[in-house]
């Protein structure tokens, strides 16, 4: 069995920061990609960040040169610093987890609420 858990979140001002992680740990082989995502009320889940085993990352336009991804590949372990946060960053954030094997695993989301 698989456990993907985020922790990091909570509620910070407008132009904050936050940090957070998320953990995968059970019978998971060679992780690939591991992401964010976030869904805000009444939105879709949409993409964040993502990072491929190799180090190549991506962003969504709205939180380019703002949030940076990183991850600790022997502890399975993917980071997101989020600076300069903004209101419309309000939303639960996803991790997900995708092995060489095509396999996904999503954890329960952790709020991150922006006050202005």
């Known amino acids: 069995q698989v456990q993907v858990v985020e922790s990091g979140g909570g509620l910070v001002q407008a132009g904050g920061s936050l940090r957070l992680s998320c953990a995968a740990s059970g019978s998971i082989s060679i992780i690939n990609v591991m992401g964010w995502y976030r869904q805000a009320p009444g939105k879709q889940r949409e993409l964040v960040a993502n990072i491929i085993i190799s180090g190549r990352t991506n962003y969504a336009d709205s939180v380019k040169g703002r949030f940076t991804i990183s991850r600790d590949n022997a502890k399975n372990t993917v980071y997101l610093q989020m600076n300069s946060l903004k209101s419309e960053d309000t939303a639960v954030y996803y991790c997900?987890?995708?092995?060489?094997?095509?396999?996904?695993?999503w954890g329960k989301g952790t709020l991150v609420t922006v006050s202005s």
């Open positions: 997900n987890v995708m092995t060489i094997g095509g396999r996904n695993y």
